[in-house]
């Protein structure tokens, strides 16, 4: 059973960065897409970003793009997001997910393993 835990949430600054981590437990972390969603209260989850098995493609939410990049470190079974220029809207609760093959996907049915989400909190 594939395990992700998420970590790097916290309280910040509109306008700073915050860093979050994912890691995996087993050992074929390098031949799955990962993604990246998140969810505000009283609101559906939504897409931020995800990246192919091999880190060679990413991709992005509207919202996001040109403040968040995600990167993957596949000898440490860890996909990463860093979220600069943060703004009140980015708050949410923040889920990594392991998409069922290789590639990836803006709809969270296509990632078959989630973290337990991570609190980003961005005060204005």
């Known amino acids: 059973q594939v395990q992700l835990v998420e970590s790097g949430g916290g309280l910040v600054q509109a306008g700073g960065s915050l860093r979050l981590s994912c890691t995996a437990s087993?050992?074929?972390?390098?031949?799955?897409?990962m993604g990246w969603f998140r969810q505000a209260p009283g609101k559906e989850r939504e897409f931020v970003s995800a990246i192919t098995w091999s880190g060679g493609s990413t991709y992005y939410g509207d919202s996001v793009k040109g403040r968040f990049t995600i990167s993957r470190d596949n000898a440490k079974n860890t996909v990463y997001l860093q979220m600069n220029s943060l703004k009140s809207e980015d708050t949410a609760v923040y889920y990594c997910a392991r998409h069922a093959g290789p590639s990836w996907s803006k709809d969270e049915f296509e990632y078959n393993y989630w973290g337990q989400g991570t609190q980003v909190t961005v005060s204005s």
């Open positions: 087993g050992r074929t972390f390098g031949s799955y897409g």
